[in-house]
């Protein structure tokens, strides 16, 4: 059964840093595209960052490039987003996303909120 | 970046009825990678339609999606009482991929 959970989302200051996880089962996150994908409160939804099934491409949104970094860990069979130089308007729920390259498995998310 | 632009922004319906979505994109999609999701309140979003036609697994066959090059269409026959959600067009033919700003199908 495909699953792909978050974690760690937290409150956090401007300016500060928070890495999001991403562990998924079921499949093999090497042999996929995977996504980070977001949304404001009560908005629509934000691409943030993508990479292929090779490794060999990483996508970001304009908002968020040279602030975040995607990284995959192949034996642990997961994803990361490391955010860094957070700002008010990257508060989000942030979803993990398998892609085919068509995005067909959503996490719940993992809540991040930016606020001194 | 290619600019996804969804019409209507609302849609008010009654169960029973058709419903039709555009989605209207600045640039060729190309090889007409066009997604359709469906997000319920509170919950994820759920892919409905790839390669602008293809149903997913386990979707209703009440849904269609057709259209290529920049403009696409999300045809919901017979809307069911779970139907009522809001639908996001997203492309993912060219980095970076891009998301439209929703419709929102409601109960009339």
């Known amino acids: 059964q495909v699953q792909v959970v978050e974690s760690g989302g937290g409150l956090v200051k401007p300016g500060g840093s928070l890495r999001l996880s991403c562990a998924a089962s079921g499949f093999t996150v090497s042999d996929s595209y995977m996504a980070w994908i977001r949304q404001a409160p009560g908005k629509g939804l934000e691409f943030v960052s993508y990479?292929?099934?090779?490794?060999?491409?990483?996508g970001y949104a304009d908002s968020v490039r040279g602030r975040f970094t995607l990284s995959r860990d192949s034996a642990k069979n997961s994803l990361s987003l490391q955010m860094n130089s957070l700002r008010a308007e990257d508060t989000a729920l942030y979803y993990c996303v398998r892609g085919r390259p068509e995005l067909d498995y959503w996490g719940q998310g993992t809540m991040v909120t930016v606020s001194s | 970046e290619i600019v996804l632009t969804q019409s209507p922004g609302t849609l008010s319906l009654s169960p029973g009825e058709r419903a039709t979505l555009s989605c209207r994109a600045s640039?060729?999609?190309?090889?007409?990678?066009l997604a359709w999701h469906q997000q319920k309140p509170g919950q994820a979003p759920r892919l409905l339609i790839s390669?602008?036609?293809k149903r997913a697994t386990g979707i209703p066959d009440r849904f269609s999606g057709s259209g290529s090059g920049t403009d696409f269409t999300l045809t919901i026959d017979r809307l069911e009482p779970e139907d009522f959600a809001v639908y996001y067009c997203q492309q993912y033919g060219r980095p970076p991929w891009t998301f439209g700003q929703g419709t929102r199908v409601e109960v009339k």
């Open positions: 640039q060729s999609v190309n090889n007409n990678n």
């Open positions: 390669g602008a036609s």
């Open positions: 990479i292929n099934s090779g490794g060999t491409y990483i």
